[in-house]
Nanobody, 121 residues
Framework: QVQLVESGGGLVQPGGSLRLSCAAS????????MGWFRQAPGKQRELVST???????NYAASVKGRFTISRDNAKNTVYLQMNSLKPEDTAVYYC???????????????WGQGTQVTVSS
């Protein structure tokens, strides 16, 4: 079994900051990309940011310059530092990881349970 456990969501005022964390645990041989997606009410899930196992990053245009993704490979953990938050950032944020469970297995996508981020005054 592989689990992704997220933490760090909550309520914050516009202009504030939050830091999300997501730790992968279980039988893990290797992890390729890790990332964050979000889904606002009535909208489709969208990519926020991804990071490769070598540290290459990718951001949605709407968060570039405000959000920073990072990872600790020794801890199988990915982080999302969110600054200058806006009401339109309000959504459920989901962690994603591309994981191989053994040398012979293929890479599979795993998802966290989601954490609510609400930006409101």
């Amino acid at each position: 079994q592989v689990q992704l456990v997220e933490s760090g969501g909550g309520l914050v005022q516009p202009g504030g900051s939050l830091r999300l964390s997501c730790a992968a645990s279980g039988i893990i041989f290797s992890i390729n990309d890790m990332g964050w997606f979000r889904q606002a009410p009535g909208k489709q899930r969208e990519l926020v940011s991804t990071i490769s196992n070598s540290g290459n990053t990718n951001y949605a245009a709407s968060v570039k310059g405000r959000f920073t993704i990072s990872r600790d490979n020794a801890k199988n953990t990915v982080y999302l530092q969110m600054n200058s938050l806006k009401p339109e950032d309000t959504a459920v944020y989901y962690c994603n990881a591309q994981i191989k469970r053994s040398w012979a297995n293929r890479v599979n996508d795993y998802w966290g349970q989601g954490t609510q981020v609400t930006v409101s005054s």
